[in-house]
């Protein structure tokens, strides 16, 4: 499981560290080693190489409509975390994957991978 942020990687790192969170992230990937910022394919594909898998294998899991474009545009799978307010964008593909928390997004993928 790994992290693809805009944020520059020692802001990420830090991100996850203050949030307790670090050491469930086996990666820590940002966009700005590919020099170019999500939405474009670019980061999704270079996550897919640090990861070791085609982007068809990948399944990017984000509470923002724009970041799930990017990763179905790419080619990767796609979660949206439904936050209260939050919406897709009704002119894209949607996800196979919408739930209202983490908690739900998780049940679901475990229930697809089972």
């Not at 085609?54 to 409509?65: C, E, F, N, Y």
């Not at 979660?79 to 209202?100: C, H, K, S």
Request: one cysteine or more; proline letters at 10%; charged letters at 20%.
């Amino acid at each position: 499981m790994s992290t693809l942020t805009n944020s520059p990687p020692d802001v990420a790192q830090a991100q996850l560290r203050n949030a307790g969170i670090a050491e469930l992230f086996d990666e820590v990937i940002s966009a700005d080693e590919v020099k170019r910022l999500k939405p474009a394919p670019e980061p999704y594909h270079h996550a897919a190489a640090r990861l070791g898998v085609g982007a068809p294998s990948m399944r990017l899991i984000a509470a923002h409509w724009w970041d799930v474009d990017g990763a179905l545009a790419a080619g990767c799978l796609a979660a949206f975390v439904a936050r209260p307010g939050a919406a897709l964008n009704p002119a894209a593909p949607a996800p196979d994957i919408v739930e209202p928390d983490l908690t739900g997004v998780a049940e679901q993928i475990l229930q697809r991978d089972a």
